[in-house]
């Protein structure tokens, strides 16, 4: 009887079925064909590539970026009792040369290969007559400079396969959907006309909160206070934030830890262990945090800002419950977060492409807060994987608040933005709605519009909430203007804007319940 790839995962991984995706991956691979799959973190990618593994004849190559990750993957294989060997920077001659014996001897069949060995011609020397049933790329999004997390040694990963006598079978895994990484990855990667696909994404087990809160501290508080014997991170988005949060915590005695990219690798890898195993309850985190990691009982994440991405929101959750057991994740926006992001893109980004496609990604994260519908099916949507129907398990869906007719006050808005005549800022649109006695609203006579201070009754927080609202659901454009001072995002109307004004559509917002504190 033919053994099946069922049949493998229950023999080495004791698993008695594949998860959505999996077992189509691995048809593919295993019917030879080049693979580009996408699938969350911790949605169980090395499957997809270990079984055809110990399926096909001949050896796996996996490429990796980290050393450490490498390491675990290498250790469970063999704990499994699958011949699996490292190819990295931590062996020592002896042991690189005892490996390079083994292959010889065709000893194993899964080598994870480092991609910065990937030149040693001791190695390709020795394995390009080999029978390599396939090179599995992981973290691929990693030969993208559109990626997150580029990186050059990932440039030599073709022309490694390409120095082989016969070329193996393709496949790229990451959890990196945007378009632009994924068509870098087939080109880059020379894929054969690959099977693509996008899996796994949702995460029953989250539930996904955003809270417009005014006041975080009030709200992080009174959570942790009731939550103070699970394991939780807190993200933050600059190393300063997060020293004071830690600090506040700190001085509360709570169980917490802190990690960013300004503290020593030492203390960092420290405060991590302490974490993972459970010595630290609470990590308060930049996004230098959590690649790698896989701790099972996370049982609640919260973004003390907004971060930067959809990609970057989803892989920072993702963390969360990885054993399968409900937990929160909870996003605490203030329209000020948005402001520090494109500061941030601003100072942290130079090429101007790059800058304009971080711009836009921002944009769709600041959408995804402002949108009325179920969280998840947008998330998933997103990242072009689907889902049914609604959740039920996300604070919009959740949220009974009411739909209210908000056609009056977007009539203002439009009316006003037309009467200013060029492109402004939204600040100084709030300033001329709120009748803002400021020196350039003054100086370019918006004063004497029909529309100034028609918005009094509006703060300008809710007021800026309103106006992004209007963004986020189409009425209105965000459009980056080159100023002599860098490009600043102007608002515009457009077709819908339009529409609204003559009446033709109506905007209806579902009218969140503003949370002050619990
Ligand atoms: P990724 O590499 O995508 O982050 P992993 O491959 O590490 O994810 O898988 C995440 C976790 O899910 C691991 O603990 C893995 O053993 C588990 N897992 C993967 N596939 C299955 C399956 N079919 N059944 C049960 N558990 C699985």
Not at 376 to 392: A, H, P, V, W
């Amino acid at each position: 009887m033919n053994i099946t790839p069922l049949d493998i995962l229950y023999k080495y991984y004791g698993y008695t079925s594949f998860r959505k995706g999996q077992e189509s991956i691995i048809n593919s691979i295993i019917n030879k064909k080049d693979v580009l799959a996408i699938m969350p973190t911790g949605g169980g990618k090395s499957i997809c590539y270990q079984v055809p593994a110990l399926y096909l004849d001949g050896v796996t190559i996996v490429i990796s970026p980290l050393i450490s990750l490498m390491k675990d993957q290498v250790d469970a294989l063999k704990t499994m009792g699958i011949e699996a060997e490292l190819i990295n920077s931590s062996l020592s001659a002896n042991e690189y040369n005892l490996v390079l014996e083994n292959i010889k001897n065709d000893k194993y069949k899964i080598i994870y290969v480092a991609p910065e060995r990937l030149d040693s011609l001791d190695f390709i020397n020795l394995i390009k007559y080999k029978n390599i049933s396939q090179v599995a790329i992981d973290e691929a999004h990693c030969v993208s400079q559109w990626g997150h997390d580029f990186r050059v040694s990932y440039k030599r990963i073709p022309y490694f396969i390409n120095s082989l006598e016969t070329r193996p079978i393709v496949t790229a895994f990451t959890a990196t959907a945007s378009d632009e990484v994924r068509e870098d990855i087939e080109s880059v990667l020379n894929l054969n006309n690959p099977d693509i696909y996008i899996t796994g994404f949702d995460r029953e087990n989250l539930s996904i909160n955003v809270v417009k809160s005014s006041s975080k501290n009030r709200y992080l508080l009174d959570y942790i206070e009731n939550h103070k014997n699970e394991s939780g991170i807190i993200y933050a988005s600059t190393r300063k934030e997060v020293e004071s949060i830690h600090e506040g915590l700190s001085k509360k005695k709570y169980s917490v830890s802190k990690y960013h990219a300004g503290l020593s690798t030492e203390i960092r890898k420290e405060n991590q262990e302490n974490f993972i195993n459970d010595d630290i309850k609470i990590m308060v985190a930049t996004n230098a945090f959590g690649m790698g990691i896989d701790k099972p009982n996370i049982r609640w994440v919260i973004h003390y800002n907004m971060p930067q991405s959809i990609e970057n929101y989803y892989q920072e959750i993702g963390r969360a419950g990885r054993d399968g057991e409900d937990s929160e994740c909870i996003l605490l926006f203030a329209p000020g977060d948005i402001h520090t992001q494109k500061y941030l893109v601003e100072v942290s980004i130079e090429n101007s492409d790059r800058k304009r496609v971080q711009y836009k990604k921002l944009q769709q994260m600041v959408d995804l807060v402002y949108s009325n519908m179920c969280y998840r099916k947008t998330i998933l949507n997103y990242f072009g994987d689907s889902l049914e129907n609604d959740c039920n398990n996300c604070s919009n869906c959740l949220n009974e608040g009411e739909v209210v007719d908000k056609t009056l006050d977007a009539q203002m808005v439009i009316s006003c933005i037309a009467r200013m005549k060029r492109g402004y800022g939204a600040t100084m649109i709030i300033d001329v709605l709120r009748g803002s006695k400021n020196k350039k609203v003054l100086e370019l006579g918006f004063d004497s519009l029909s529309t100034y201070g028609i918005m009094k009754k509006y703060s300008n927080e809710d007021l800026k909430t309103f106006i992004n609202t209007l963004v986020s659901h189409g009425f209105l454009d965000i459009v980056e203007n080159i100023g002599m001072r860098g490009s600043y995002p102007t608002i515009r109307l457009n077709e819908q804007s339009l529409k609204v004004i003559k009446k033709e559509i109506k905007v209806e917002f579902k009218e969140a319940k503003v949370t002050k504190s619990r």
